[in-house]
């Protein structure tokens, strides 16, 4: 006889009386432990060690707002039409793709770079040096660096400083400091690691995975995402086309007519 269906997972249970996270009753770690720590607790299954422990707490800090960007402007747009806060936060999850809050495929760059080291008999700082010339061979973007608003990003020194002082920084770091360091020979310039590049780094160095740092990035941003969308519900009349507001609005028809078309001309349905 067939059992009834159940969901096994080995990441809470509850029951009447009590609920349960990876072994520890949520009440004890009510008031006990850091929302960084839960992260930790929740997604890799331990408690982290105190260092680990704030250095994902910086980085929630760090990476939980940013002004306009894809992900707050698709909710304030969301939220605009109408949405309600839970699908305008929904909307501007999903507006963090490939350029946009990626700290897993820096990650996953580096982490191909450590492998390439080991396949390949050489230094890590060497193997660094050959992807960055392959990359730009290729034309292919360089994950985690570059930012095109700030050039050079603030929140970087900020991370790599508490990751150097916490005694974090490990083999991916400096992996990514090679690469930063390639990139004058092969560029003629110096291209330097971006916000979320220092997250894929240091999360590395940390013990996250890939998944889980775009897991960490989602979490903190929902947080910018939520005031967002009740600022523009707040402030705002809805719709952003208002002709009757002090500056033109996304949506306003004089952003919309023939000037600014640049498709077939006019004509007519011939049968």
Known sequence: M???????????????DRIVIRGYDVNELTGNISFGEHFHL???GELPTPEVGRMTEAIMVNMAEHAM??????VRFATSGGAELNAAVAAGVAGIGRLHGTADRPAEMFLGVAARAEQDGLSDREA???VVAEMRERRERMPGFHHAQHIRDPRTVRLMELSDSLGVTGRYVEIARAMEDATEDV???RVWINGPGAMGCIGLDMGYEPLQL???FIVCRSLSLCAHSIEEVTREKGWRASSNSPMVQPLDLSMQGPDHYDGPADRTLSR
């Open 214 to 216: 775009k897991a960490l």
């Open 187 to 189: 560029f003629g310039r």
């Open 69 to 74: 960007s894809p992900s707050s402007a698709t």
């Open 128 to 130: 660094a040096a050959k």
């Open 42 to 44: 929740v997604l890799r």
């Open 2 to 16: 067939k059992q009834p269906f159940a969901w096994e997972t080995a990441i809470a249970w509850k029951n009447k």
